[in-house]
């Protein structure tokens, strides 16, 4: 009886599993045709990383109009996830991820992780 | 859902803190709880039109995270006939705090942008206010666009003054579309008596100038000079056509009919 019940779950298994592969590639395809489309209106490689980078609307007003997007969206919610951004946005959780981890690589934003998720926040030392 | 308005210009002297003040009068008279802030940190005037006294605790605390926002609101209600409630919160007039406040670096602005956006939450959320009104300086100051970035409409006051019109329409272009925020603009102290007739027209024209919808036109009204700012005027002169054009706007406001 056991052994029916694993057996005809392990099926289902694979395709989960072939489903969460599926969805992590669609994921890194999204990214890639966001990271395309907007390599053209700015070089976000150029901008430098700054240590003690503040996220106040004078820089907000500078920033490319994609990233200023997510900017403004984590400066409401003072902290949270990619998939809790995307929500606000509408659009994908992958491109809302890749904006918030080029606002961290730029020091503008934190990152912390707890458990499976990925939380994004502004710190709190350069609110003071 | 419009929650917090910003009333902001390019120039001063376009009508700002006697719309907000007025304007927060007529959503009290229709049952609002509403509170006034003075944004406007190196010129602060509201607290001369509410005549307000012993105020404890300003809205510069707040913002410099000294003191909690329910420490600086000041119940006027009683200043206001109707069933909804009236409170402000004001900006220091005093020189040192206006000095102080016109020092403020980059870092302490991005966190006043927190404290106001912080307001949703122990205001809007646990206190139930209705609506919460900034009254803003004008041009592009620091205050002034966090207000706007904090806002969930932003009504800009506009005259027929033609370095006015040139530079709203540029602030608008190159700082609201940059939000995306929500816009409604006033004309304000419009000179032409014949106002009714060329409404239609001059509606078009404002919508082709500006690309933002028009929330209301407001004549030149000589009794409102007059009166210096002294007084609340939609509470003084309640069959006035101030009052009746200002009631239309909340109105639209309330049921988001801004086209």
């Known amino acids: 009886m056991i052994r029916n019940?694993?057996?005809?779950?392990?099926?289902?298994?694979?395709?989960?599993?072939?489903?969460?592969?599926?969805?992590?590639?669609n994921e890194k395809i999204e990214v890639m045709i966001e990271i395309q489309k907007t390599n053209g209106k700015s070089n976000l490689r150029a901008i430098p990383t700054l240590?003690?980078?503040?996220?106040?609307?004078?820089?907000?007003?500078?920033?490319?109009?994609h990233l200023r997007k997510t900017a403004m969206t984590i400066c409401r919610?003072?902290?949270?996830?990619?998939?809790?951004?995307?929500?606000?946005?509408?659009?994908?959780?992958?491109?809302?991820?890749?904006?918030?981890?080029?606002?961290?690589?730029?020091?503008?934003?934190?990152?912390?992780?707890?458990?499976?998720?990925?939380?994004?926040?502004?710190?709190?030392?350069?609110?003071? | 859902m419009t929650k917090i308005i910003a009333v902001h210009?390019?120039?001063g002297g376009t009508g700002k803190t006697s719309m907000s003040v007025n304007l927060a009068?007529?959503?009290?008279?229709?049952?609002?709880?509403?509170?006034?802030?003075?944004?406007?940190f190196r010129a602060p005037s509201l607290f001369a039109i509410l005549k307000t006294q012993d105020v404890e605790n300003w809205f510069n605390d707040y913002l410099n995270n000294t003191c909690d926002i329910d420490k600086t609101l000041v119940d006027m209600s009683s200043k206001i006939t109707g069933p909804g409630k009236f409170y402000s919160c004001l900006a220091n007039p005093a020189t040192?705090?206006?000095?102080?406040?016109?020092?403020?670096?980059?870092?302490?602005?991005?966190?006043?942008?927190?404290r106001l956006?912080?307001?949703?939450?122990?205001?809007?959320?646990?206190?139930?206010?209705?609506?919460?009104?900034?009254?803003?300086?004008?041009?592009?100051?620091?205050?002034?666009?966090?207000a706007i970035v904090a806002a969930d409409f932003v009504i800009v006051a506009t005259t027929g003054d033609r370095s006015d019109v040139d530079g709203t329409k540029r602030m608008l272009l190159e700082l609201y579309n940059l939000f995306e925020k929500k816009t409604g603009l006033v004309l304000n102290k419009v000179l032409d008596p014949s106002i009714t007739a060329k409404k239609?027209?001059?509606?078009?024209?404002?919508?082709?100038?500006?690309?933002?919808?028009?929330?209301?036109?407001?004549?030149?009204?000589?009794?409102?000079?007059?009166?210096?700012?002294?007084?609340?005027?939609?509470?003084?002169?309640?069959?006035?056509?101030?009052?009746?054009?200002?009631?239309?706007?909340?109105?639209?406001?309330?049921?988001?009919?801004?086209?």
């Open chain 2, 117 to 146: 956006l912080a307001l949703k939450d122990s205001l809007l959320k646990n206190d139930k206010f209705d609506y919460l009104i900034f009254d803003t300086s004008p041009g592009l100051q620091y205050s002034s666009i966090n």
């Open chain 1, 5 to 25: 019940d694993l057996s005809s779950r392990k099926p289902l298994n694979i395709l989960e599993k072939i489903e969460e592969s599926l969805e992590k590639l």
């Open chain 1, 51 to 65: 240590p003690d980078a503040s996220l106040d609307v004078m820089t907000l007003l500078s920033m490319p109009d």
């Open chain 2, 9 to 11: 210009s390019y120039k």
């Open chain 2, 200 to 259: 239609t027209e001059m509606q078009n024209r404002i919508k082709n100038d500006y690309q933002v919808p028009l929330l209301g036109i407001m004549p030149c009204f000589c009794e409102i000079l007059r009166n210096e700012g002294n007084l609340i005027f939609v509470q003084d002169k309640p069959d006035h056509p101030f009052t009746k054009i200002l009631a239309e706007m909340a109105k639209k406001i309330e049921k988001d009919e801004i086209a």
């Open chain 2, 96 to 114: 040192e705090a206006i000095r102080d406040m016109s020092s403020k670096d980059r870092k302490w602005e991005m966190h006043a942008l927190g």
């Open chain 2, 25 to 40: 009068a007529t959503f009290v008279k229709m049952g609002k709880k509403v509170c006034i802030f003075d944004l406007d």
């Open chain 1, 77 to 128: 919610c003072t902290k949270a996830t990619a998939e809790e951004i995307a929500s606000q946005t509408r659009r994908a959780r992958a491109v809302e991820s890749a904006y918030l981890n080029q606002l961290v690589i730029m020091g503008y934003l934190k990152k912390e992780r707890k458990g499976r998720k990925a939380y994004f926040f502004i710190e709190k030392e350069t609110q003071s």
